[in-house]
């Protein structure tokens, strides 16, 4: 068996350029060993891409080839079958450089070039290295198990991937000899005088603008040197990303070559990531961003202030200081200027040692190449356990069927695809006469979906009973699915206030999935919790209070359908003109009724169409609703669950202003991805799991904030490529691809 590879074949997403990131790194250095070819996707396709059948190669360095191609028609709207025939070809124009055996595919992401055997020759060997959160493309889970090595950045990268492919190594961010280099070479700049503090990354939609003015603004005579590759944002950023680049004492230089951001990095006072802020934790507790460029400052003795965790306890207060806030951030700068946090060199030095670059790389191949030889072109045995093909589901619901449809609603019907589904309806308000009623009643729904309701034995008197009832409508459930299953149920609850031990119900397999903020259920959601097999939770805020009781805590989120996609629009006409802003769901006192009139008022020529049931006290929004004062305004009442997608596909865009007080409101919503289904923009209050996603989402905190994103869409429209972008991560959250990424099998 050959443990060297003859030639490597390093696949990202970023060219190659100025600007390093980890797979450019390990393509530099692996370039000393064997010849190294690396492939980045193409850039946006044009007219002439369709008779594109060659590839360029040209040499960057010694052994280090940098290779380019054309997709010769656009992916994204593409149909799968034609997408896959685009990808062959691909892989056609790269075949002439692979060797006949005892290639190695070294992958940042999961590329499709690498669906088919025609470039896995003999002896050849794929290393899926996961540097980014791609658990969401579809093709992230098939690409895992058919690598014969998993590579993960962070402890929870690999905890993820060991359920898809038991052969995981985990690798954390290295740093190359050179890089460390302390030549006290001073760098200049005619725009840069005296002290300067560096914030180098890509300058896009997540850095955070306002925290980097703060920091300019609080250190007049610190200079802020902004060094990476300038994104396209939305006109609301772009407008305070120049103002800060305004600033008397900012100076944005542009992409530097790695050996001149070295340079720049070494003479600095600070290092600064600035991304939005993360709570304090060592484990990460989703996929979330390591950042590189924290080992980049230390590795010219440069302190480093972040918003995000290093994941590396060993440099937290060593020369990485993580930050609560934005005044914390601001505070630890002036304590790294004044001398209070430095570097302890001894520290950072043994740690940079560990991660040198041909350490990791030689980690990496001794791994992938003492197992025994893979088969790429089979799946490898699926590791997660089964749930038997006769055993039903049985889900319980906070909310009753007939009604408006939420999560737990669409799951069912997702799930009724796989399985028998029984909807358990909560139990109506306790009367005298439910001692007397035994019987579990049921009824079909028109999609296969057995609604099961049933009468609580005795009053809950606040909770204090409620374990009896539990025992009690346990048995009762049992003996009724028994009767139709031979089986044992898988148990999926959405309800933590009964039926909190899945065991009374005899459950093969239990899930809590957590879809709401339950802040007067905690005790009762962590009895839940610690019963269940897995808690699944739609947000990966709501993650962190779960993994102290239960092992397996999951982020599964809200789900999408194939009607959700349908852009047809009503048959009976829309409720106003095309492009109307549009509201769907309850009305109730959560809503921000004083920003939807300011709204309102400022966009007289716009349309509102507000549909859905009221129960308002609030007097704004009962005003709104009973005076009706603005004509460009439509209220109408609720409408079947099959007539969402039409009324969305008449609209211009979506919106949902919630209070900052209630914590519920700030998390996420089911609404966001119906609308991105659409390719909608959506306009919303802060819901902190789409904080990585505001090129797809105007969210804000404030009114004025809000209204100033209202206004820039309504008056210029967005983004010609956003509404692709919301469709391409919509078709991630479709059901079928959720359901085959849960921790067992269907």
């Known amino acids: 068996m050959s443990t060297r590879p003859n030639t490597i074949f390093i696949f990202s997403l970023e060219p190659w350029g100025d600007m390093w990131y980890s797979k450019h790194h390990y393509a530099a250095c692996l370039a000393k060993r064997s010849p190294v070819y690396f492939i980045s996707v193409p850039d946006r396709w044009r007219w002439r891409d369709l008779f594109s059948f060659k590839i360029k190669v040209r040499e960057v360095a010694d052994g ?81 198990r058919r690598a014969d090595l998993v590579v993960g950045i962070n402890p929870w990268y690999v905890d993820y991937y060991q359920r898809r492919n038991p052969n995981c190594l985990l690798i954390p961010h290295g740093v190359r000899r050179m890089d460390r280099s302390q030549e006290a070479r001073p760098w200049t700049d005619e725009r840069v005088h005296g002290d300067y503090a560096v914030m180098a990354a890509g300058i896009n939609h997540y850095t955070n603008y306002p925290l980097l003015i703060d920091v300019a603004t609080a250190f007049p005579k610190l200079h802020l040197v902004i060094v990476g590759q300038l994104f396209h944002v939305d006109e609301h950023i772009e407008e305070i990303r120049q103002r800060l680049f305004a600033m008397p004492n900012v100076s944005f230089i542009g992409v530097k070559h790695p050996d001149e951001l070295r340079t720049i990095i ?124 006769e055993c039903p589901v049985l889900i319980v619901s906070n909310e009753e069927w007939n009604g408006p449809r939420y999560s737990k609603h669409r799951y069912a019907l997702a799930l009724q695809k796989h399985r028998q589904v029984y909807f358990i309806d909560p139990a109506s308000q306790w009367r005298p006469s439910h001692f007397f009623q035994w019987l579990v009643r049921s009824r079909s729904t028109p999609e296969g979906v057995i609604v099961l309701s049933y ?55 239990s899930v809590y999935h957590c879809v709401d903020d339950h802040t007067n259920r905690r005790e009762e959601e962590r009895e839940l919790a610690r019963n269940a097999d897995h808690v699944l939770c739609i947000a990966r805020e709501l993650m962190e209070r779960f993994i102290t009781c239960n092992d397996s805590v999951q982020f599964v989120p809200h789900g999408l359908s194939d009607t959700d996609f349908d852009s047809l629009l009503p048959t009976n006409g829309l409720p106003a003109p095309r492009g109307y802003a549009l509201y769907i769901g309850n009305i109730n006192d959560r809503h921000d009724f004083a920003l939807w009139e300011r709204l309102f008022a400022a966009h007289p020529d716009q349309h509102f169409v507000i549909v859905g049931p009221w129960n308002v006290t609030d007097p704004v929004g009962r005003r709104l609703y009973e005076e009706r004062p603005y004509p460009n305004v439509h209220f109408l009442r609720p409408v079947r669950y099959e007539m969402l997608a039409p009324l969305i596909a008449g609209s211009g865009c979506g919106f949902l202003f919630l209070k900052r007080e209630h914590p519920a409101n700030r998390i996420s919503s089911q609404k966001v991805v119906q609308f991105m289904a659409q390719g909608k923009p959506f306009f919303c209050s802060w819901l902190s799991e789409y904080a990585d996603r505001r ?14 994103q209202f206004a820039a869409w309504h008056h210029h429209g967005e983004r010609p490529e956003a509404r692709e972008q919301r469709l391409a991560f919509a078709n991630t959250l479709r059901f079928d691809h959720l359901i085959e990424h849960l921790p067992f099998r269907l």
Request: glycine share 6%; with cysteine; charged share 25%.
């Open 64 to 144: 280090l080839h940098v290779v380019e191609y054309r997709n010769n028609l656009p992916i994204r709207l593409l149909p799968a079958w034609l997408a896959a025939l685009v990808f062959h070809l691909n892989a056609l124009k790269l075949l002439r450089l692979v060797p006949g055996e005892n290639a190695l595919f070294w992958c940042f992401h999961p590329t499709r070039m690498l669906d088919g055997p025609l470039l896995r020759k003999r002896g050849s060997k794929i290393i899926y290295h996961v540097v980014d959160p791609y658990q969401n493309l579809p093709n992230d889970d098939r690409f895992a």
């Open 266 to 389: 070494h003479g600095a006072k600070v290092g600064l990531v600035t991304y939005d802020f993360e709570p304090t934790r060592s484990v990460p507790v989703s996929g979330v961003r390591t950042p590189l460029k924290a080992i980049t400052y230390l590795a010219q003795n440069c302190p480093v202030v972040s918003t995000l965790n290093s994941y590396v306890p060993t440099l937290e207060g060593q020369g990485c200081f993580k930050a609560e806030n934005a005044t914390h951030f601001v505070q630890l700068i002036g304590e790294v200027l004044d001398g209070t946090r430095k570097v302890n060199k001894v520290v950072v030095e043994r740690y940079l040692d560990e991660v040198d670059y041909d350490r990791l790389i030689d980690r990496v191949l001794e791994r992938v190449y003492a197992g025994a030889p893979a088969a790429p072109e089979q799946d490898r045995t699926d590791q997660r356990p089964c749930v038997p093909a």
């Open 455 to 509: 009468r609580n034995l005795i009053p809950l008197l606040g909770g204090r009973l409620a374990w009896i009832n539990d025992r009690v409508i346990a048995r009762r459930l049992r003996r009724y699915v028994s009767q139709e299953h031979t089986e044992k149920p898988l148990f999926w609850s959405f309800d933590p206030a009964r039926l909190l031990n899945p065991r009374h119900l005899g459950a093969s397999r």
């Open 695 to 708: 090129h797809l989402v105007h969210m804000s905190d404030s009114h004025e904030e809000a209204l100033e």
